[in-house]
């Protein structure tokens, strides 16, 4: 039987299940991604994420079920993606479909991602969407790799992924 993996906007009601997603010690062990206070993680997502214009997010769903989110931001001039899976979807293709989908809609390029180096699937699955390595970053004692779409797959910047100021 084949899973129905589909995109939708986020809703508050998700915050719940992504922070726990957060808080998983696997996931947090294989992202090197420390898990937030409650209050520090809803601040975040209600303002940084959710209250940003220039931030796109998609809450990935699995025959329904919340699976986990993918987003895009704005960093020091770069557009970033990120992505977050609930530990019950991992190995199982749904992650590369539920990307394949994100990219269709968040047209900017480049788009980088700096996963854990360590997290050998998601860098994979960053590389089999096209992503290709463009160094090193580091985040403490955490060495991540940091990958690079580029293309002519879209606009350099989207209406959606302008950045404040620009055209």
Known sequence: M??????????PADLEE??????D?????RSKFPPREREAFMTHWTTKVLGDPTVFVQ???????????LVAWWDEGRRFLGYWLGRR????????????????????????????AGNTGSVRLLEKHGFRHAGTVWYGENEHSLLILDGDSGPDVSDRGAQPGSS
């Open 89 to 116: 979807y991992w190995a199982r293709g749904i992650g590369t479909r539920a990307l394949a989908q994100f990219l269709e809609l968040e047209r900017a390029r480049p788009l980088h991602a700096d996963p854990f």
């Open 59 to 69: 809450a990935i769903t699995v025959d329904g079920e919340l699976a986990g989110n």
């Open 18 to 23: 992504f922070f726990r997603q957060e808080h």
């Open 25 to 29: 010690p696997e996931a947090a062990r």
């Open 2 to 11: 084949d899973e129905r993996v589909c995109l939708r906007d986020v809703a």
